[in-house]
């Protein structure tokens, strides 16, 4: 029985999530796309948008549009980042936190200044419980004079799905062993599942499943959302006895930014995913030092650049209308609403409530003809927000 949590393993047993076996990659396939990553961040950095311009949303022919500057996302460059057992490449002036080493190795890179902004790894998390029966066999094993168990405070895990592993990952965050590992280990609150997509597994582990999940969370009071790729799977059975009954998840990857601001980050995000590259010898060295432990090896360089693939069609595929409910969904947990304008198509952010105040006499307002979007429009729910109570003066 492990008795220690794992976070990042990259060397883990059986065929790889990745999906390595699909063939190798040679260097200069890796090379024409991460270039073809920079041309397409470069042309978001330099070419204008409607709404990166600060246009107003399109309205209809003959409507007055509005000269009102809406919020600009800056998408900041790709720089190199050797760390000597691996190489990536990082959004510029963005830190990078790593962890551990071999089995053990993680990292998080994420902006200081707005800590939504994020991409991290960990191989292996685990492991934790699959029921409270078991916890609770644990628990009193040990009042009872029995061995320390060190992954006792991890949460359960019910069921063992990827959606739930996610929805209940704060609370693995939050634990001891998890802080001491990685201090600043991202804390997912409030996870608000929007979409979850089944994924072809390459772990060699019975019952394992993968998916890619669309989630909105909360930090400091602020959403973000992300893309998170994870596989679960039993690790031990439940014995009706200390130590068994547990699951583990692995390879669980995730890419985040402010809810706003994601569709405009998730180029940049993946590019950084995809760019990761262990080093081959250290790969060998780990290999040699947990060979008895591991029976399967992550290729060198392959590691993440096809999970950036899983990641970057499932965005591109992804249906329209989980869009609207993201930002549904966002509105709920920072109990706002959204109005607009129907002669200018600006949207304005007002505090829940606000619109059923304003109906009663929107004569008092230089705007009297605002309204709520319409449930079914993509365009009005997508389009950059305004705060409503600096632009609508009464009279």
């Known amino acids: 029985m492990r008795c220690m949590l794992i976070l990042a393993g990259l060397i883990i047993t059986g065929s790889m999530l990745t999906g390595c076996s699909g063939g190798d990659r040679s260097t200069t396939e890796l090379e024409e796309r991460l270039a073809r990553a920079e041309r397409e961040l470069a042309a978001l950095r330099t070419q204008e948008s409607p709404r990166a311009s600060g246009a107003a949303t399109p309205v209809a022919p003959g409507a007055a549009r509005s000269t009102a500057p809406a919020p600009r996302v800056s998408v900041p460059a790709l720089e190199p980042y050797d760390a000597g057992v691996f190489s990536i490449r990082k959004p510029r002036n963005w830190e990078i936190i790593t962890a551990g080493q071999c089995s053990t190795l993680a990292f998080l890179i ?34 009872m004079g029995g061995y320390p168990i060190q992954y006792i405070e991890m949460p359960v895990i019910s069921p063992l799905t990827p959606e739930a592993f996610i929805q209940q990952f704060h609370l693995i965050a939050n634990t001891s062993i998890a802080r001491q590992f990685m201090p600043q280990c991202p804390r997912l609150e409030q996870i608000q599942v929007i979409s979850s997509t089944p994924q072809s597994s390459g772990f060699a582990i019975q019952g394992a499943q993968t998916s890619l999940v669309r989630a909105l969370f909360t930090r400091d009071g602020q959403v973000g959302e992300g893309l998170f790729l994870v596989a679960v799977a039993p690790f031990m059975a439940f014995m009706n006895g200390p130590g068994g009954g547990t699951g583990v998840a692995m390879s669980f990857t995730g890419i985040t930014a402010p809810q706003g601001e994601f569709s405009t980050l998730e180029p940049m995000l993946s590019a950084c995913v995809a760019s990761f590259n262990l080093s081959q010898a250290y790969v060998q060295n780990c290999l040699q030092m947990q060979q008895q432990q591991y029976a399967g090896i992550m290729k060198a360089g392959e590691t993440l650049r096809e999970t950036s693939d899983m990641i970057m069609s499932g965005w591109q595929q992804r249906n329209k209308p989980d869009d609207i409910i993201a930002a549904k969904r966002s509105d709920a947990i920072l109990d706002k609403e959204r109005l607009y304008n129907p002669d200018t198509g600006e949207v304005y952010e007002f505090k829940n409530g606000f619109y059923d105040d304003y109906r009663l006499n929107p004569q008092r307002y230089e705007q009297s003809n605002l309204q709520p979007l319409p449930d079914n429009n993509h365009e009005l729910w997508n389009a950059p927000t305004l705060d409503g109570y600096q632009h609508l003066r009464a009279f």
């Open 110 to 143: 994420r902006d200081q200044s707005r800590p939504l902004r994020q991409v991290f790894y960990f191989g292996e998390v685990g492991p934790f419980y699959m029921s409270e029966q078991q916890k609770q066999i644990d628990y009193n094993y040990m009042n």
